[in-house]
């Protein structure tokens, strides 16, 4: 009880610390907001440091400066390792908000020693135009320069740049047009409307993103002049000009992001020439040349945020709590909330600049009969999976008791969800189960949170997405730990599905040569009851006392003949489990003999030859070729065994 309470101690202690820093850099981000309102820090300067540290977010690009100004390259310890660098010993980190809100450390490249980063693979300025040239073409416009022959296509889709013009400057006016092109609710400036048609915030995005893709591209352009802040994000408290700057510079970002993908991704070889006319049917959509996973991906972070957003005063809290998961363990855990509104996270995706195809191939969303899109999650508890980046692919949601629909329903196959190959708490245990610790395999990710916050230690609890074991997941285990040291616990529910599926899991664990072993719960208990002070005992003690997984399989069948009375009965048993016994692996099966042979009072001189003989059955001139042998599952009576004989 000492130690269980000194652990509980230190995880406050660290979650007060945590959160003592992210009040400490949310507090520099409001003063930094406040500085670009007010002027003291000008849109022009932030644009610099975005240049820098723009895949960090808004708020970094605001965190990073502060804390030391003339960072131009910042990434975490173990990415300068990767690269072949090392941070210099006593070096003090910059602190930034990661993705899961959680404050987390960098280092400037000044703050490193080794190599000089590899940096042959960015574009040269010569490059530039022709890429926002091509990217142009692949969203469906016209880039007109003067070519000399008449365009016949629809106007809106026409960007006409002056032949006159330099490179530079050409591609500057390209990339503000593609700027607007890339927003869901925006459009190119039409080729007759002079400057003053693009003007307050959407000229300080377009113009913005411009000097942000140029900047990538290697294209050293003037930074633009812009207004001062105050002008265009009002001057009105009640209209929040703090969040009018942040909502901005969040666009900024994202748009550039969505832009430098795009070019990243256009096809390899022939393209489209840029001055193509558009094809008549010209999609801007995942499916035309994009990288799909990367757009889902900020789709579904999205998702996730809004999700979290709303967990605090739902029902879904409340249902968490009463079961032992305190609101730590829910915020630990990124749990989230879908209301019962059918539209809600589809509104909140399209007002962050989401394009319904996108929400839809997300897995977000639903498209009825007439073109609407209805929330898929509503109504729901939402768990979040992530993949071995630790970016969030989706989510399985858990109805209200009494609720409509299925009690759990995940996101559908997507470009990065795949439920065969996903398990739920594997990223969140890597670095336990690189230090050793156990991989425990539960039924549902309730289950596996009870079992990590519980029995850190221990294990490590994994679920699969409401789908039986799989190679993938296997595999996608060993890359994490060392199966052939640790093997593999299973803890599956206290019933007889929950037998079942244990039995059933063997033909994909068997090729494991580590021990796997099966943790058989009482009946009605489960792993998630670990956070409930009534059933914990149960649940653990059922924990602790896990057998080997062959011993189960080989009993499993034996039990199939009852109390094994008559010589006759001793004998069909014994050559029944030989069967199973003959898929083991071979440093197993002796074990398994001497277990077999005690129980039925058979020989083990018989088991064994049973067991050779179902390794390598002899031919026989009368029978058909016999199907392999398989472990069996069935539950069902003698007779009808016997009479599939």
């Known amino acids: 009880m000492t130690s269980a309470s000194d652990a509980s101690a230190g995880r406050t202690e660290r979650e007060d610390e945590r959160n003592r820093q992210l009040d400490v850099l949310h507090g520099i981000a409001v003063h930094r907001v406040t500085s670009l309102y007010e002027g003291r820090l000008t849109w022009e300067q932030w644009l610099e440091d975005a240049r ?3 895949r960090f977010g808004f708020i970094n690009t605001l965190l990073i400066p502060a804390q030391r100004s003339s960072a131009i390259d910042v990434r975490s310890y173990d990415d300068w390792q990767r690269l072949g660098r090392q941070v210099l010993r006593g070096e003090a980190g910059i602190r930034i908000i990661s993705t899961r809100g959680r404050p987390r450390p960098v280092f400037d490249i000044a703050q490193t020693s080794g190599e000089a980063p590899d940096e042959s693979a960015r574009p040269m300025p010569v490059q530039g135009l022709a890429r926002l040239s091509q990217l142009a073409a692949e969203l469906g416009l016209y880039v007109d320069r003067g ?51 693009c003007r307050s915030v959407r000229r300080v995005v377009a113009d913005s993103v411009a000097y942000l893709v140029l900047a990538e ?16 994000a009002g001057t009105d408290e009640r209209a929040a000009p703090a969040a009018a700057i942040r909502a901005v510079g969040e666009q900024v970002l994202r748009t550039t992001a969505r832009l430098r993908r795009r070019m990243t991704n256009l096809h390899a070889g022939p393209s489209k020439s840029p001055t193509a006319a558009p094809e008549a049917n010209a ?20 998702a996730h945020r809004f999700f979290v957003s709303n967990l605090r005063g739902s029902w879904s809290a409340d249902y968490l709590a009463d079961r032992g998961f305190t609101p730590a363990v829910q915020e630990r855990w990124e749990v989230g909330h879908a209301s019962r509104a059918r539209q809600a996270l589809v509104q909140h995706l399209r007002e962050r600049g989401h394009a319904d195809q996108l929400i839809v191939h997300a897995g977000l969303a639903r498209q009825g009969r007439s073109g609407d899109l209805t929330d898929l999650f509503y109504n729901r508890v939402l768990l979040p999976f992530r993949d071995e980046d630790g ?16 009690k759990y329903l995940n996101t559908p196959e997507t470009a990065v969800f795949h439920k065969h190959e996903l398990l739920f708490g594997l990223t969140e245990g890597r670095e336990r189960l690189a230090q050793g610790v156990r991989p425990l395999l539960v039924e549902g990710p309730l289950d596996a949170i009870a079992v990590n916050v519980t029995m850190p230690a221990e294990y490590v609890a994994v679920a699969p997405c409401g789908t039986a074991i799989t190679p993938a997941h296997v595999d996608a285990l060993g890359r994490r730990c060392d199966l052939k040291n640790s093997g593999l616990v299973l803890a599956l529910d206290g019933d007889r599905a929950g037998r079942t599926a244990v039995l059933r899991s063997w033909r994909t664990l068997r090729h494991i040569t580590g021990p796997i072993d099966a943790a058989m719960l009482p009946e009605g208990r489960d792993p998630a009851d670990l956070l409930s002070p009534e059933r914990q005992s149960a649940v653990i003690e059922g924990l602790h006392a896990s057998i080997p997984l062959p011993d189960l399989l080989v009993d ?32 197993q099966i002796a074990r398994q003999v001497t277990r077999v042979a005690a129980r039925t009072e058979v020989d083990p001189a018989e088991v064994t030859a049973a067991v050779a003989s179902a390794i390598s059955p002899e031919p026989t001139k009368d029978a058909s070729p016999a199907r392999p042998a398989q472990p069996s599952t069935h539950t069902g009576s003698r007779s009808t065994r016997h009479a599939r004989k």
């Open 52 to 54: 820098h540290h723009a």
């Open 217 to 232: 591209l290697g294209l050293t352009g003037t930074i633009p002049a812009f207004p001062p802040t105050r002008q265009w």
């Open 391 to 406: 970016a969030v692919v989706g989510f399985i949601g858990r109805r209200p008791d009494g609720g409509n629909g299925p």
């Open 556 to 587: 499993e069948r034996l039990d199939e003949f009852g109390e094994l009375k008559f010589i006759e009965t001793r004998l069909a048993a014994a050559r029944s489990a030989a069967r199973v016994i003959a898929e083991l692996p071979p440093s």
């Open 147 to 197: 070519q000399g022959w008449t365009y016949l296509g629809r106007p809106e889709q026409r960007i006409t740049i002056s032949p006159e013009l330099d490179d530079t400057v050409a591609a500057t006016m390209l990339a503000h047009q593609l700027a607007h092109a890339i927003q869901p609710a925006d459009h190119v400036d039409p080729p007759t409307s002079d400057a003053a048609a």
């Open 283 to 302: 999609s801007v959509g995942p499916s035309s040349g994009v990288n799909e996973r990367e757009e889902v991906l900020a789709a579904v972070a999205d």
